[in-house]
């Protein structure tokens, strides 16, 4: 964020975070696929599709606001 | 020791919870915890200065600063408060996302803001020090810092409670975990800290509350679906219009007319709010230049008006497909749901391990985040507009971040004693609005004088303001004393509490700005030229001449104007 310090931007957090809790869902889903969870509509597998989601939306801002790769915001 | 705290939350979970957590969704809560506090140790380094601690250095983007000026508003408190009222109320709970956003906040960004920032004044008590004088700062900082502790105390009790109910989890670890996990990360990077973590929460809210509404609008089979199973259940056309059944106070559920909602709420309650309570304005004040901080209340209106997606389609969601009815609080019975409760229960519905670990993080970081606005809020005024003017002489400005920080642990401890405060006194629980009715509504006036009559004077200011809030508080006691009143001040006698804090807070402004005209009549007005860049027309404002017209404040505000008058039309 500031050009003086190079401070990480507050999005390549906002990224690991959620690519992290994207593996974490991901796998779950997974695991659990075959037996998914007693609740309303599991048979469309939401933790599957929410997984990838935050998998790819995670990523792409990990990737994209990784230390060193943007000079500037 | 997070890891540590939690695997003793597992101990102290109780059999009597809403909600049991998986493996998988414990550790998306610890992991939550640890990016909160590294986010605050990573921070320290840069918040050496007071100018970096206190107002994140003046550098946000607009983007940023406007995520932040909406999360500080996001708090789960009021996730969960509006989803509740939505059960209780149907749409009608839409206006304060949709009336009392888009005029407030366009004025504010397009007018207001402009003064706040070239003032270069720390906080708001500090502009109207600059604009009125000594004591008009004072009873407004002094006001804003117990408003302040109140709020954030009870915030933290509130997150106790819905810990309680819906995690089993004890109350005091509850609120001690929370404030100091806060503390610690508020006291290291200051309005960095909390910047930066109202804008992680802001995504964190979507993503752990969207999968409700998505899945419940599959369930419900669309939004017509959703119409006809909540015409089932109450019988009437109340619960899904906005604006068509405000004619009369009997006419609509919340007991309101359209008078009280378009003028006390979207033209004082939200005016007030968003364009005085410097919760949120501080992190327009950190933006990096003058079009970021007009930009800032304009971006956070665009979201602030599709924030109805998570929170008033769960609380409709719940009242069309929940196969019990949930209950007001406090209702004798054994096995029963409160209101309160609808935003958990639809998540518990929805969401198997991982996501309903998303979500309870998501209500947690809003909890915490609530917290982190109210105490580098807190920080900021003390420091500035108690603390250095009246308690003593600061001469570094080492020493101004030190006594931040400082005043930052002393916050958490004022809140974690106001939090034991109201769990004494559960139904203050219901006086939020009532104190946002007390001081943020007359100081609405004070600072809207201030701003666009030059003639009004420095006595004007004090006496208004003192005015407005006494008059609020007399009105406030005088329905606690005799509940008759409440038809006097909300004109009808089919008003309920709701109309009285709108029309309250109505009636608290005009005495104010009556005040205020009247005694700036009577006593001697400020120089012009002690009033520049504090005065609507004494103000020589940047030119945007070379600017392009999809990069001026004024081009994204019409967008907002006429999204909102769209979102009126659809659900009129």
Known sequence: MSKQTHMLPVWFFIGVLLFTYGVIIFVVAIVDFRHPSEVMLSQYHPDLFGGILLLLIGGLYTFWFWPGRRKKQ | ?572
């Not at chain 2, 810092?145 to 309680?164: C, D, E, P, R, W």
């Open chain 2, 1 to 572: 020791m997070v890891l540590t705290s939690f695997a003793a939350s597992a101990i102290l979970q109780s059999a009597d919870r809403l909600i049991s957590l998986a493996p998988a969704d414990v550790l998306v809560i610890v992991i939550y915890f640890a990016m909160v506090l590294g986010i605050g140790v990573y921070l320290k380094r840069y918040a050496n200065t007071s100018n970096q601690f206190f107002m994140a250095g003046r550098e946000m983007s607009a983007w940023v600063a406007g995520l932040s000026f909406l999360s500080a508003n996001l708090g789960a408190l009021e996730l969960m408060g509006w989803a509740a009222a939505t059960y209780q109320y149907g749409i009608l709970a839409a206006h304060f996302y949709w009336i009392a956003a888009f005029p407030s906040l366009a004025c504010l960004g397009l007018v207001m803001m402009p003064l706040y920032y070239i003032s270069k004044t720390h906080s708001v008590p500090g502009y109207l020090h600059l604009r009125y004088g000594e004591a008009t700062r004072a009873l407004s900082g002094i006001s804003f810092a117990f408003m302040t502790i109140l709020m954030s105390g009870i915030n933290m009790y509130a997150m106790a409670i819905v810990m309680k109910v819906v995690l089993g989890w004890n109350i005091h670890f509850s609120i001690w975990v929370s404030s100091l996990t806060v503390a610690a990360y508020v006291t290291l990077g200051g309005l960095y800290s909390a910047i930066f973590n109202e804008v992680l929460q802001f995504f964190l809210i979507w993503v752990g509350v969207l999968t409700v509404s998505i899945l419940g609008m599959i369930e419900a089979g669309g939004w017509s679906g959703l119409v006809m199973k909540i015409h089932e259940r109450v019988h009437n056309d109340e619960y899904v219009h906005l604006w068509s059944t405000l004619g009369t106070f009997s006419g609509n559920p919340m007991g309101v007319h359209w008078t009280g909602m378009a003028l006390g709420l979207g033209g004082v309650i939200a005016f007030g709010y968003w364009s005085t309570d410097f919760l949120v304005i501080q992190r327009a004040m950190a933006a990096k230049d003058l079009r970021s901080a007009r930009l800032a209340p304009i971006i956070a209106a665009y979201f602030k008006m599709m924030v109805p997606l998570i929170v008033i389609l769960p609380g409709l969601l719940g009242l069309a497909l929940l196969p019990y009815k949930l209950v007001p609080e406090g209702t004798p019975g054994e096995g029963l749901h409160t209101y309160n409760e609808v935003l958990p229960l639809m998540l518990a519905r929805y969401c198997g391990p991982g996501l309903l670990g998303l979500g309870i993080t998501a209500l947690i970081a809003g909890f915490m985040s609530g917290m982190a606005g109210n105490l580098s809020a807190f920080a900021t005024v003390w420091t500035y507009d108690i603390y250095r003017p009246y308690l003593t002489k600061v001469k570094s400005d080492a020493e101004l971040v030190a006594i931040g920080r400082w005043c930052t642990i002393l916050g958490v401890f004022l809140s974690i004693g106001a939090a034991y405060f109201v769990t004494q006194f559960k139904s203050i629980m219901d006086y939020m609005q009532a104190l946002v009715s007390f001081f943020i509504a007359p100081l609405c006036a004070t600072v809207i004088v201030g701003m666009f009559w030059k003639r009004a004077t420095a006595k004007a200011g004090f006496w208004g303001l003192l005015a407005g809030t006494v008059s609020s508080i007399a009105m406030f006691t005088l329905v606690k004393v005799n509940h008759s009143y409440l038809a006097v001040i909300a004109l009808s006698p089919d008003a309920k509490e709701m109309a009285e804090n709108l029309y309250r807070a109505l009636w608290s402004w005009l005495i104010c700005f009556m005040v205020t005209v009247i005694v700036s009549l009577f006593t001697a007005p400020k120089p012009d030229y002690e009033l520049k860049g504090l005065v609507w027309g004494l103000t020589d404002l940047p030119s945007e001449a070379g600017v392009p017209l999809y990069k001026r404040p004024l081009f994204w505000a019409v967008g907002v104007g006429i999204f909102f008058v769209i979102l009126q039309w659809m659900f009129w």
